[in-house]
């Protein structure tokens, strides 16, 4: 194993407690365990931000607002308080605050902020140089994807299907839509960079919004049992090779009450993302994604009647083509954008320049573009956010468009996220690492360090931490897999430990990183404390590697992946204090999918597995994401058949808890239930267990009972 070791000693880590010290120090719960108990995490300062296009900091401490300045050397000034703001309230006819509230500074000296009174939920507008408090318009409790205008302060809204607009006192309808239908709601089960479906124009006066007919698709059944007589609550899910929903994208003139639907043309299958408003208000762009996923159109529209423009640009792949929008275009530039794609292997930025129909690549190198974190105010630079020192770290960047000189703003190894004042001059960094629980620094714009802002206190310094250790191996193909051990914190290398192999390996996800406890969480270090070793690889398929590293698995989820998991129980077998009788796996979701395969596939390696919320065979998996990466069944049954576990359930062999939640959305409760009823039919054995009316995992007060479940389940058979 080529080892590197990340300080991760943690200065959590600790050598066998003497006695003395027993008391003093803490063992996890599965309370704690269960995201339950606040204070393990480490604490963020409250509302630290710039206001607004100033040099001046804020946030907010007890009930009170205080600034500083780049140049204060740390000094806090009082800036407002929660008296005062109450005063502003008052005389506005509005209830007293009851704490200092969520604010977004329009300007110097505007903010907005949304109150939630007896009638709705009201927006207001802060003035400081007025000293007053202004409600500009509400909006009902039940109302749900308010979307603010920032320019004209309205804000629109769904209830059920349809859409509204509140503007002043007015409540607009904007849709009347049958059942079925559905307005200003995210789409395409929220793939494709989509997490939203309403879209202002930059000057307020056009409502761009999606609206989803689902009528074709066919109603899968939840059942819920609160009731005496259980009633059936259906969703639309369109499944792998399925009738899949069709989605428009419509516009509203807020001043005729008319609207248009954009053109976009035929197949009705399609997938619309990417949704970008060109400044000027009268161009709409949008990414038309064939069903295939394999062919993408970035196309122009006129905003006004919805006519066909151009295409921008296209993109096409063997595999699939995976959107990572919108489009940004540059302030105040209605010729000139930045999109992220994904064209020689990595995900890179591109200037598109449209009066000339040219297009430059800014970034260039064997890493990955993870964000894009906005301009300059003059436009001239841009902020970014990528892998390339590790791809375990995540580094903020500064480029000078004209130049493409890149400058690296944050320094100490870690994740990073920045938020950079109006003029560019500073940033707030805010970082965690393998050995920092949580720092904020203002940085210049040259990446000098000005001043520490915020200092997390260790959260778990209190209690019993094993040391964690990350390190790398090779896949088949030569690929570097990361990977990471977390010891009991009374290990004993003398001594034999059972190991937990804990799983995701799917798309979108990277679980080892540089950042607080190296991305293991709680509940893994819990799992640690009551004596396992607990092992993690990120494998082939996994995120932020580039398309080699994670195209790999088309047509062919789990195969690829489970091959890498094999190379990590390689080495812990060369490990003189691993039992390697005694290995189990992990994982929920994808990770249950791969914590059924390795069981199914290896039962020689892997005594006792735990799979939550799997996938068991892609065929009953949803459209949008399972066809990306397996096509459609009628496309690939072989791979289908390869990598379906329901087909295999007379290869079962030891112990397996599967674990699924009855109203689970994602992955439908049908494919533990086959997988289930198919053991029965070949005589084997597997121990099950539902939690009624949880969606795709267990929250809230009930994970302790998960946590609970699955510790005692391997303690009590490896």
Same mark, same amino acid.
């Given at each position: ?98 704490? *200092?509230?969520?604010?977004? #500074? ?84 929220? @793939? ?23 009528? !074709? ?32 994208? +419509? ?18 299958? /399609? ?16 990414? *038309? ?275 890498? /998991? ?51 065979? #892609? ?5 949008? =994401?399972? @066809?990306?990466? !397996?096509?459609?069944?009628?496309? $690939?049954?072989?791979? =289908? ?27 439908? #409760? /049908? +494919? ?9 039919? $070949? ?36």
């Amino acid at each position: 194993m080529n080892k590197f070791f990340i300080a991760l000693t943690l200065a959590l880590t600790m050598a066998i407690a003497l006695p003395t010290q027993a008391q003093e120090k803490k063992l996890f719960t599965p309370e704690d365990a269960s995201y339950n108990n606040r204070s393990l995490y480490a604490q963020r300062p409250n509302q630290l931000k710039w206001v607004g296009d100033t040099d001046i900091l804020m946030k907010v401490k007890g009930n009170e607002i205080v600034t500083l300045s780049p140049d204060s050397k740390g000094k806090e000034t009082s800036f407002l308080t929660l008296d005062e703001l109450n005063s502003y309230a008052h005389a506005a006819g509005i209830d007293s605050l009851r704490r *200092i509230p969520q604010l977004t #500074w329009l300007n110097a000296y505007q903010a907005s902020f949304y109150a939630v009174g007896k009638d709705g939920i009201t927006l207001n507008r802060l003035d400081l140089k007025k000293q007053t408090i202004e409600p500009l318009t509400s909006v009902p409790q039940d109302a749900e994807n308010q979307t603010l205008c920032k320019e004209t302060m309205r804000v629109a809204y769904t209830i059920d299907n349809n859409l509204y607009v509140a503007n002043g006192d007015k409540q607009i309808q904007i849709t009347d839509n049958p059942e079925g239908v559905i307005a200003g709601q995210s789409v395409h089960r929220n @793939e494709f960079a989509i997490d939203g479906g309403i879209f202002w124009s930059p000057d307020g006066k056009f409502l761009a919004y999606y609206s989803m007919d689902e009528r !074709m698709v066919t109603d899968y059944p939840l059942v819920n049992i609160d009731k005496r007589i259980a009633t059936a609550e259906p969703i639309k899910y369109p499944m792998a090779g399925m009738t899949s929903h069709e989605v428009t994208l +419509h516009i509203y003139n807020i001043a005729t009450s008319k609207e248009i639907v954009v053109k976009t043309g035929e197949p009705a299958e /399609q997938y619309l993302t990417a949704i970008t408003w060109n400044p000027d208000n009268k161009r709409i762009y949008i990414g *038309i994604l064939n069903r295939q996923q394999n062919h993408l159109k970035f196309n122009e529209y006129n905003a006004i009647t919805g006519d066909f423009i151009q295409t921008i640009f296209e993109d096409r792949d063997e595999q699939y083509v995976e959107p990572q929008g919108p489009a940004y275009f540059l302030p105040d530039n209605p010729d000139q954008f930045i999109w992220k794609a994904q064209r020689d292997g990595y995900y890179h930025l591109y200037l598109y320049t449209i009066s000339k129909g040219t297009v430059r690549q800014l970034t260039k190198g064997d890493f990955v573009i993870t964000d894009f974190n906005g301009f300059s105010k003059d436009g001239s630079q841009i902020y970014y956010r990528s892998t390339e020192v590790s791809p375990l770290e995540r580094h903020c960047y500064m480029m000078d468009i004209k130049s493409g000189k890149a400058t690296q703003i944050t320094k100490e190894h870690g994740t990073h996220d920045v938020t950079p004042s109006a003029d560019g001059k500073y940033f707030i960094d805010v970082y965690s690492s393998t050995d920092v629980p949580l720092n904020v620094d203002l940085q210049d714009k040259n990446g000098k360090f000005v001043k520490r802002l915020h200092e997390a206190e260790n959260p778990l310094k209190d209690y019993y931490i094993g040391e964690t250790t990350l390190g790398t191996l090779k896949a088949d193909d030569g690929q570097t897999l990361y990977t990471r051990l977390i010891k009991p914190y009374n290990f004993d290398a003398s001594k034999k430990y059972p190991v937990v192999v804990y799983v995701y390996g799917g798309p979108h996800a990277q679980l080892i990183t540089d950042s607080w406890l190296a991305g293991a969480g709680i509940y893994l270090n819990y799992l640690a404390q009551e004596g396992f070793l607990v092992f993690t690889l990120d494998n082939r398929g996994s995120a932020d590697r580039g398309e080699a590293f994670e195209q790999c698995i088309h047509r062919q989820c789990g195969q690829l992946e489970m091959r890498d /998991q094999m190379k990590g129980i390689e080495w812990l077998k060369t490990l003189p204090y691993v039992d390697a009788n005694r290995i189990g796996s992990d994982g929920w979701s994808y990770g249950g999918f791969m914590s059924t395969s390795l069981k199914i596939n290896h039962p020689e390696v892997f005594k006792v597995s735990v799979a939550g919320g799997p996938v068991l065979d #892609w065929k009953y998996y949803e459209i949008m =994401y399972g @066809e990306r990466y !397996m096509d459609t069944p009628e496309e $690939n049954p072989e791979g =289908y058949e390869l990598t379906s576990l329901e087909n295999k359930t007379d290869k079962l062999e030891g112990k397996l808890l599967m674990i699924h939640c009855t109203t689970d959305p994602v992955v439908m #409760w /049908q +494919h533990s239930l086959v997988f289930v009823e198919n053991c029965i039919h $070949n005589g084997k054995q597997l121990d099950y267990f539902v939690y009624p009316g949880h969606d795709h995992n267990v929250y809230g007060m009930d994970r302790a009972h998960l946590v609970t479940k699955i510790t005692q389940y391997f303690k009590d058979n490896l």
